[in-house]
């Protein structure tokens, strides 16, 4: 992914130097079976998307365009300008992630740590724009970038179940990232409970007596011999 974002001479002639330079390198690129990115905006020399169209770079990644989640209308007008120079296969979209910062293990404080260009994503506003995305455009790529660099920040846990959520049932879909930090989940809570003496050890069961057959009375027995004694005599 080459990015270049030069702050002086906003002409088109400069932006027709970089795509001749952008095709020279794509071509050695191609050569050795791999693909060219650069990072296109929507501010100086990176504006200029009918000449970049013309390049053979592979794909256009996004920045301030879509990164920052300020004003989610606003980054939907971008995108249909950019889609207006570039094929949707050619896009991706890129968003700036929205970090929390984790407790520090020494003084137990949460450090207040402070960004030039913040992200304002939300879940609301980002799962808003994902989904535009999806439901009416053909863009199937989408990268982020860490809101910061060296530090102990951790992206927030609904960055990661919206994205999940925009590729879900999409083969093609693609979302990179340059950031490795994943979001930290509190480990569940241990019961211990204290074991009696009945629940040690269980109880014996005592085998079931086969049920005794019924006896006869005694008088019964002496009435039937009386019985036949008579009949006899």
């Not at 390198?25 to 050569?31: G, I, S």
């Not at 799962?127 to 199937?140: C, E, G, M, Q």
């Not at 211990?192 to 007596?209: D, E, F, N, V």
Request: net charge positive; hydrophobic share 30%; with cysteine.
């Amino acid at each position: 992914m080459f990015d270049y974002e030069p702050h002086h001479d906003y002409t088109e002639k400069h932006a027709m130097m970089v795509k001749d330079f952008l095709n020279l390198l794509a071509e050695k690129m191609h050569a050795n079976h791999l693909e060219l990115g650069f990072c296109i905006s929507d501010w100086g020399i990176l504006k200029f998307y009918d000449v970049y169209a013309e390049s053979n770079v592979d794909v256009f990644a996004t920045m301030s365009v879509t990164y920052y989640g300020r004003d989610v209308a606003k980054n939907k007008v971008g995108v249909k300008k950019l889609l207006r120079a570039i094929d949707a296969q050619r896009v991706q979209i890129g968003i700036k992630s929205a970090v929390r910062e984790p407790k520090d293990p020494v003084t137990g404080e949460i450090p207040q740590t402070s960004y030039k260009k913040p992200s304002r994503w939300t879940h609301h506003r980002l799962k808003n724009f994902l989904r535009w995305v999806a439901r009416y455009t053909d863009i199937k790529q989408l990268h982020v970038w860490p809101e910061s660099w060296g530090r102990r920040s951790r992206t927030k846990a609904f960055f990661f179940r919206t994205l999940r959520g925009f590729t879900k049932g999409r083969e093609n879909d693609t979302v990179t990232t340059t950031s490795t930090a994943m979001p930290q989940t509190k480990k569940p809570k241990t019961t211990k409970t204290k074991l009696t003496k009945k629940t040690k050890t269980a109880k014996k069961s005592k085998p079931t007596k086969a049920p005794k057959k019924a006896k006869t009375p005694k008088k019964a027995k002496k009435k039937k011999k009386k019985k036949k004694k008579k009949k006899k005599t």
